[in-house]
């Protein structure tokens, strides 16, 4: 991971951390997960999926995925 990138969401889950993600890009902000998820273990020790954005775009990604988390969120916002 380049630095300057900073992690806002992590989920055992890998559909949640994409949804995240989708949500993230259609409010134009850069995204990319890190699957931090080791397979050869399974559900004995699940990893996470981690989304990661420029540290430039922080503080809106984190206020978007706290709406989105109540309810409350608009697209292109």
Same mark, same amino acid.
């Given at each position: 991971m380049e630095k300057d990138w900073v992690k806002v969401f992590? $989920?055992?889950?890998?559909? @949640?951390a994409e949804i995240i993600k989708g949500m993230l890009l259609e409010n134009e902000i850069e995204?990319?997960?890190?699957?931090?998820?080791? $397979?050869?273990?399974?559900?004995?020790?699940?990893?996470m999926d981690e989304v990661?954005?420029?540290?430039?775009? @922080?503080?809106?990604?984190? @206020?978007?995925i706290a709406a989105s988390r109540e309810g409350t969120i @608009?697209?292109?916002q």
């Open positions: 992590g $989920s055992q889950t890998p559909f @949640e995204a990319v997960i890190v699957n931090r998820q080791d $397979s050869s273990f399974g559900t004995m020790l699940p990893g990661y954005v420029h540290n430039s775009n @922080e503080g809106k990604a984190r @206020e978007l @608009e697209n292109n």
